[in-house]
């Protein structure tokens, strides 16, 4: 029991408690600054070219195309992710039991959900975003993290599919085969491989019917929950937490390698989805640079993560604090900042100084959120969740997860 109550609290330990060295520090910068590209691309991209919920909350008045050039290729803070996920959650899940692996995924990802699409909700009634039917649906399928949209905001499309990477892992930890996780990746890397390969060929002939068709199926939301389209990026996670932290191997580098080369085709699909889709024409190889370059800085982060921790006790505060803002801040950014925008711009301020304003509060509110609001909400989530651990251990007695 105290090493189950130790697991839960992980999430919300108080800045001052003192950071074991397995906590990499690093890997929270690279997070911050995938949100941050994102958060980039909605404002100073996605906005302007696409006739959405974007442009929807922003009421037609926010576009800086200007800026096309530089935040474009912004979309790649997710691919970043979800190579964090896979690092991560094999890093956590290889000595949790079921239960404690549960509830520190549903300590981590419900309370800030719960908040931040509490927000957006607000906001987009206060505006008359949509009917309130269609707001009160769009927040109830966010907050149950429910596979398929529309949601309160379109920055929870990805959280199904984490989850989905999340229920693979929890499945093996519950039939006591955690081991199991290199096959896993394997897996998942090479049926992602076989369809973006399938994909690539494919787009030789755009006109085809055949290629219409893998279109239909990558490009699908089935695609992305059974990981078909990102799976390479949570195995290649997966293997450099293999290689990095557990066992160094030959094997293992050469996977990395093959699923870092399935990155950038994957990446490079996505240049062909936004041709074929919204008609916008994008060079593969500055999404590549980017991806490539975080992923350096994750190794390096791993590497010299010791030498970061003898470093001062605010330093080490600093990059926790911005792992904790990166989950707020991508999913209250998008509706709740491009309406702030709109609403500045209608009262006569400058698009720069709204666009500043917009970013500057999503900052402010992602630290208000993690650091307030979401310690006593996860608190209270863990201590809903902790009066089931006896049900749950029960059930798993009665109903042993059976290999045969």
């Known amino acids: 029991m105290q090493r189950l109550d130790c697991i839960a609290r992980r999430a919300y330990q108080p800045l001052n408690t003192p950071v074991k060295a397995k906590h990499i520090a690093g890997i929270d910068a690279v997070r911050l600054i995938a949100a941050v590209l994102v958060m980039l691309f909605h404002y100073g991209f996605w906005v302007g070219v696409h006739n959405g919920t974007s442009a929807k909350a922003s009421q037609g008045l926010i576009a800086f195309p200007e800026f096309y050039p530089y935040t474009q290729y912004g ?75 529309p949601y309160i905001d379109d920055s929870y499309w990805t959280l199904a599919i984490e989850v989905a990477f999340y229920s693979m892992v929890f499945l093996m930890i519950s039939m006591g085969r955690f081991q199991w996780i290199k096959r896993l990746a394997i897996v998942l890397g090479l049926i992602s491989t076989m369809f973006l390969l399938t994909y690539l060929a494919a787009s030789t002939h755009p006109d085809g019917a055949f290629f219409n068709k893998v279109r239909y199926i990558l490009e699908s939301r089935v695609s992305d929950l059974l990981l078909v389209n990102h799976g390479c990026f949570f195995a290649l996670g997966i293997f450099l937490w293999l290689q990095l932290v557990k066992q160094s191997s030959w094997s293992n580098v050469v996977w990395c390698v093959l699923f870092t080369m399935v990155g950038c085709l ?20 500055v999404p590549c640079l980017i991806w490539l370059g975080s992923l350096t800085t994750i190794i390096l982060a791993v590497k010299f993560n010791e030498r970061v921790h003898q470093g001062p006790a605010w330093l080490i505060a600093s990059f926790r604090r911005m792992g904790l803002m990166t989950y707020p801040l991508y999913l209250i950014h998008q509706i709740v900042g491009l309406i702030m925008m709109a609403a500045l711009v209608k009262e006569g301020a400058h698009p720069y100084a709204a666009l500043t304003a917009s970013m500057g509060l999503a900052f402010v509110a992602s630290w208000g959120i993690c650091t307030y609001l979401e310690p006593p909400v996860g608190a209270a989530v863990k201590k809903l969740l902790l009066k089931f651990r006896d049900g749950f251990t029960a059930f798993r007695l009665k109903n042993p997860v059976s290999l045969s």
């Open 75 to 149: 979309w790649i803070g997710v691919q970043v992710f979800f190579v964090i996920s896979g690092f991560v959650i094999a890093f956590s899940g290889e000595k949790a039991t079921a239960f404690s692996f549960l509830l520190a995924r549903l300590v981590r990802l419900l309370p800030a959900a719960l908040i931040c699409a509490s927000v957006t909700l607000a906001a987009a009634f206060i505006v008359h975003y949509a009917s309130y039917r269609e707001l009160t649906m769009a927040y109830l399928r966010s907050i149950l993290f429910l596979p398929f949209g």
């Open 266 to 285: 994957q990446i490079y699909t996505v240049n062909l989805i936004f041709l074929y889709r919204f008609n916008i024409a994008q060079s593969a190889i």
